[in-house]
């Protein structure tokens, strides 16, 4: 059973998302909040495995709150921030903060639940290419240094990670065992100091290591 | 071959044709100054002086004529025509700007009138020089040395490219010149800058507007209708409840929509001049709200930005106690002191509250405005009144 913590300062998106999550038998809804501050103190006492996380929010914000959600918890949950339009710097800020993935307030149900089921498992990319239409405009033109303790198949594995392959993908396309394509993903994550793929991906981008286009 | 180019440019050829043109005005002139400076001697007697009374007449006149506005205009169409520059003519109607146009004018009569003599000079002067000595002792036969005559046929031919690279620089430079005396004075330049600037924040601000409004209430419609169409069946109550939700979220954005699109609209129909605190009165005879003001200090002379400024927070906060107050007394003080305009705008509560609605983002959209003019903002409740306060620093020197 996967628990949701919503966060939004508008208690109809809140309501909304909430009978959405609540209708599904494998997803529960383990409370909500209004604002950044409130997110980050029900984080804490309800120890969900995900935040639907809105940005825009009056007093701390959802930038803020998964900061302080992600740095200041024993055991942070992922967070999925939540935006109404796609071209926003808060949300690649979030991502960049370590925020898993971003769901786009108009996207379809069934979108929002699959979302939430796959960053909890967390060996796939969200929406590869939206994220990497964020990170061109910020991306460096060369690639930068910082991979160079990256193995060569690190690089590979990361590489195809962007693409928005699973670890099993990965695996098969590399002829590697799923296990070995897992301790890849653990190293370079390590390497890299990122919390998860995104992260990972993401600063990626910037350095110039892949280039968006 | 580069440095033949500019001779095939087609501009290169417009720019002579618009030297050429002044050369065409002058040319009746010309001839007016000839009798001028005949009849002149008649009454002056010497002809040296006759002349340059005359010369000097002419020149006053053409002055005059290049301070009429209609030739300013021609003249600046005409160049954006044929010189292209510059880019746009510029209309400031002080007497600086008036008088480098006519400058212009009467130079481009005169550096006309000695295009149109190239023109028809050079070519002769060419054939001349290649047929030399066209007639049997034109020249004393001691000079008569082959290598005279062919230094002179060379310096025929040597004419043609240096008059046809003089046509490039000519028309060069007289562009260059055209966008001293015809284009926007400084002024004017820092106006328009001005006024793309506010353009721009205007537009930032409408596209803040419409995610704010229309965007928060379409997100709320698509989550609750995806909700309401999951749980109907098993919770009907929520399903109705978001309906309702829906309903009125929908209607919030058109009427947030209507808004903007008015604004939008409003933007084209009346784009210039923009209302400063000389509309004042008019703006409070037509809000049918009851205003009493008081004023200090000299506003009619306060800069125009701040004015212009001034005008849309009163006037935003007008809408603003019209849309949340009713129809309550307000008070407004204009207090232009030294460095500063303070603006305030006071009224009573009244049964409707002023909430989360257009009037707040109206009014952060206020607040943003004035910090871009360095000045402080502050609205917001006090004592059952509303309150709403802005401090506009002024450049030194002014009111």
């Known amino acids: 059973m996967t628990s949701v913590l919503i966060v939004d300062d508008e208690r109809l998106i809140r309501a909304g998302l909430a009978a959405i999550v609540g209708a599904e038998p494998d997803l529960s809804v383990a409370g909500e909040a209004g604002d950044g501050a409130e997110a980050r103190a029900q984080a804490a006492r309800l120890e969900p495995d995900v935040v639907l996380m809105d940005v825009r929010m009056p007093g701390v914000d959802g930038l803020e709150a998964t900061r302080r959600i992600l740095t200041e918890l024993p055991h942070p949950p992922k967070i999925l921030v939540l935006t109404t339009f796609e071209n926003d710097d808060y949300v690649y800020d979030a991502l960049r903060v370590g925020a898993s993935g971003f769901l786009l307030k108009r996207s379809r149900p069934e979108e929002i639940l699959q979302a939430i089921r796959l960053v909890v498992q967390g060996d796939i990319l969200l929406f590869p290419a939206a994220i990497r239409a964020l990170a061109a405009p910020r991306s460096a033109p060369a690639p930068a ?69 | 071959m580069r440095p033949l180019r500019p001779l095939f440019a087609a501009l290169t050829w417009r720019r002579w044709t618009f030297l050429l043109l002044g050369g065409l005005l002058a040319l009746p002139l010309t001839i007016i100054a000839g009798a001028a400076a005949s009849a002149s001697t008649l009454l002056v007697g010497s002809e040296p002086y006759a002349t340059l009374v005359a010369f000097a007449l002419i020149l006053a006149v053409l002055t005059g004529i290049g301070l009429l506005p209609m030739v300013r205009k021609l003249e600046g169409a005409i160049a954006v025509e044929l010189l292209g520059a510059p880019q746009v003519p510029g209309t400031n109607p002080r007497w600086p700007a008036r008088l480098r146009a006519s400058g212009w004018f009467v130079a481009h009569l005169a550096g006309g009138a000695v295009a149109c003599g190239i023109t028809i000079a050079v070519p002769s002067l060419v054939v001349y020089g290649l047929l030399f000595p066209m007639f049997e002792g034109e020249v004393a036969a001691e000079f008569m040395t082959n290598g005279i005559m062919a230094a002179v046929r060379v310096a025929a031919l040597l004419l043609v490219p ?77 399903a109705r409840q978001a309906m309702k939700a829906i ?94 305009l303070d603006l305030e705008l006071c009224n009573p509560m009244g049964a409707r509250t002023h909430g989360r609605g ?25 004592d059952g009144r509303w309150r709403l306060c802005a401090t506009i620093p002024l450049p030194k020197g002014t009111a």
Do not use: C
């Not at chain 2, 260059?176 to 205007?202: K, N, Y």
């Open chain 2, 162 to 238: 240096a008059t046809l690279y003089g046509i490039v620089l000519a028309g060069h430079l007289t562009a260059r010149a055209a966008e001293w005396a015809l284009g926007p004075s400084a002024s004017e330049r820092v106006e328009a800058a001005e006024r793309r600037a506010s353009v721009q924040a205007e537009r930032t601000r409408l596209a803040r507007e419409l995610h704010d409004s229309v965007g928060h209430a379409l997100s709320i419609v698509t989550v609750q209708s995806a909700a309401a169409e999951r749980v109907l069946d098993r919770d009907p109550e929520f």
């Open chain 1, 145 to 213: 240094r910082w991979h160079a303790d990256l193995t060569e198949r690190e690089a590979e594995v990361l590489r195809l990670m962007a693409t928005g392959l699973s670890n099993a993908e990965i695996a098969d396309r590399l002829y590697l065992s799923l296990q070995t394509v897992k301790t890849h993903v653990g190293n370079l994550l390590a390497k890299l100091g990122a919390r998860d793929r995104t992260q990972a991906v993401i600063h990626a981008y910037e350095t110039g290591f892949i280039q968006p286009r």
């Open chain 2, 358 to 382: 257009t009037g707040g983002r109206g009014l952060a959209g206020l607040g943003e405005r004035v910090e871009v003019l360095a000045g402080r903002f502050s609205a917001g409740a006090l």
């Open chain 2, 247 to 340: 309903e009125e979220s929908a209607r919030t954005a058109l009427e947030d929509l209507d808004h903007v699109l008015g604004l939008l609209r409003e933007e084209q129909t009346a784009r210039t001049p923009q209302r400063t605190l000389h509309d004042l009165d008019d703006l409070l005879a037509n809000t049918g709200l009851d205003v009493s003001v008081e004023r200090e200090g000299d506003l009619a002379r306060l800069p125009s930005a701040v004015s212009r400024e001034a005008y849309r927070i009163v006037q935003e906060g007008l809408t603003n106690v019209a849309k949340h107050a009713g129809h309550v007394p307000v008070e407004l003080r204009l207090v232009a002191r030294q460095g500063a």
